[in-house]
Every structure is written in structure tokens, then in C-alpha cells.
């Protein structure tokens, strides 16, 4: 009896946390527009479907890979190179959408006269975190 007691409190506690964190997931996405906005910059409102789904899906998948303790036979280097670079550009798209709904820039800009270099400040930025990232990675972890 303790037993299957304790197995339905795991699940409770399980099934809690999840819908925490998938409701949080669910609310960054609504809050900070990330789909209608990659639509706007791909040019493909016909395709918002498709980027919907590729967000289920892709939770989808690596929830029942984490749970399941799915392993891919791939070589690690090809594909944490490529896994990384995904990832990256999720951060990088979650990120600049953080910025875009604060409004960050364009009140920098604004405040320090810098709307003609506006291209220039995104890319300093952008290079900036690059450098960091790899200074951190390559020389500062060893």
C-alpha cells in the first residue's frame, strides 16, 4: 500500500512540475511573440502552422527522449557541433525577441543619439556575445 502511495505522489509531483514548466514555456512563447515575429521576419505567414508545430514537435520528441533514455548513434563531434548550433540559434532568437518587446535598443538608441548606427550596434552586440561565448569555451574552461 506505502508503495503505490509513493508511486501516486511521484506522479502527481511529475505531472505538476511538467505543467509548470510547459505553461511557462507556453507563456514566453505568447509574451514575447516569437512565432509571429520569426513568421514576419521569414516572410511566411502562410507557414506559422509549420513553426507551431515545430516547436510541439520538438518538445514533444526530446520530452519522450529524456523519458525513454533514447541515445543517438551519431558521431558526437558532427553532432554536438550541429546540435549546438541549433540551440544557439534559439537562445539567439529568444534573446532578440526579449529585447525587441523591452524595447531595449531603440531606447538606447534613442537616448545616446545612436539611431544612425543602429546596424552597427546590433552587430557589436552580436559579435560581442560570439566572442565571449568562445573565449569562455575554448580558452577559459580548460
Known amino acids: 500500500m506505502i508503495s503505490w502511495a509513493s508511486n501516486l505522489f511521484v506522479a502527481v509531483i511529475g505531472l505538476a512540475g511538467g505543467l509548470a514548466v510547459g505553461s511557462g514555456l507556453v507563456a514566453l512563447l505568447i509574451v514575447l511573440d516569437l512565432i509571429p ?8 505567414y502562410r507557414l506559422s502552422f509549420w513553426f507551431e508545430s515545430a516547436v510541439i514537435c520538438g518538445s514533444l520528441y526530446w520530452t519522450f527522449a529524456d523519458f525513454m533514455d533514447w541515445k543517438l548513434r551519431l558521431p558526437s563531434n558532427w553532432f554536438l557541433s550541429g546540435a549546438g548550433l ?40 552580436m559579435l560581442g556575445k560570439t566572442a565571449g561565448s568562445l573565449f569562455d569555451w575554448l580558452w577559459f574552461q580548460w
Do not use: C, H, W
Not at 515575429?37 to 511566411?44: M, S
Open 86 to 125: 541549433i540551440d544557439g540559434m534559439f537562445v539567439g532568437m529568444l534573446a532578440a525577441a526579449l529585447t525587441e518587446v523591452m524595447n531595449v535598443l531603440p531606447i538606447l538608441a534613442k537616448r545616446m543619439n545612436l539611431s544612425d548606427y543602429m546596424l552597427a550596434l546590433v552587430m557589436a552586440m
Open 37 to 44: 515575429r520569426l513568421a514576419q521576419i521569414a516572410n511566411g
